[in-house]
């Protein structure tokens, strides 16, 4: 399947480091997203990243796309325990005609005040 | 826009019994998603709506499981005869039909089965 599948598995960190976080993909995809999961909560839409795009910034989050790599990170910088949180990339998998959002099992970033 | 809403948020139920969660998506939004999530893992596709239309349901669903979005509003997900390894959290998403796939998340229905 198309899922993307986000390196590394946790993270520990410290507030105000940075946390980069990677998602590898296999087939070609005209766009790229990210979402954040808060511990019992449903995800949330940080960011979409075009397959013409190579890096987009939105606040502390910046996120590269390296489509001949089929790779793309997110990084947020200075980190802040707030942003304890899953995070899942999001490649789109077209089927049918339609496309879908197939998660891996995403990044557990943990921030220590 | 109230955003996506999902009920009940927390289920319990003995097993053998039959349960009904309910998303009602955002208005205006024709695609609309299932997933279920266990602990420590992604979301796993479920379902998928266009409209009132299924599109696609995946292969790990059994027979028991059964959704519907008549008039291609809310939608229903059913699951009957509950089993202990239908714990897990059931995740609606929806999003507009304009060639996005952007996807907007309910807080999930939580489902044990005793």
């Known amino acids: 399947s198309q899922q993307g599948e986000e390196d590394p598995q946790a993270l520990s960190i410290q507030e105000g480091e940075n946390a980069t976080m990677n998602c590898s993909y296999k087939t070609s995809i005209n766009n790229l997203q990210w979402y954040r999961q808060n511990s019992g909560r449903g995800l949330v839409h940080l960011i979409l990243i075009r397959s013409n795009e190579r890096e987009k910034h939105s606040g502390r989050l910046r996120v590269t796309l390296d489509t001949s790599k089929k790779s793309s990170s997110l990084l947020i910088t200075a980190s802040r325990a707030a942003d304890t949180a899953s995070y899942f990339c999001?490649?789109?998998?077209?089927?049918?005609?339609?496309?879908?959002?197939?998660f891996g099992a995403g990044t557990r970033l943990a921030v220590h005040p | 826009d109230t955003g996506v809403s999902q009920n009940p948020r927390h289920k319990i139920t003995k097993r053998g019994q039959n349960v009904t969660f309910r998303c009602d998506p955002i208005?205006?939004?024709?695609?609309l998603y299932w997933y279920r999530q266990t602990l420590g893992q992604g979301p796993e596709f479920l379902t998928y709506?266009?409209?009132?239309?299924?599109?696609?349901k995946s292969r790990l669903l059994s027979d028991r499981f059964s959704a519907e979005r008549p008039k291609g509003s809310f939608s229903t997900l059913e699951i009957q005869r509950t089993e202990q390894g239908d714990s897990a959290m059931y995740l609606c998403a929806s999003s507009p039909g304009t060639g996005s796939t952007k996807a907007f998340f309910g807080q999930g229905t939580r489902l044990t089965v005793v």
């Open positions: 208005s205006e939004h024709n695609r």
């Open positions: 709506f266009q409209n009132e239309a299924q599109l696609e």
């Open positions: 999001a490649p789109p998998w077209r089927t049918g005609g339609y496309n879908k959002l197939i």
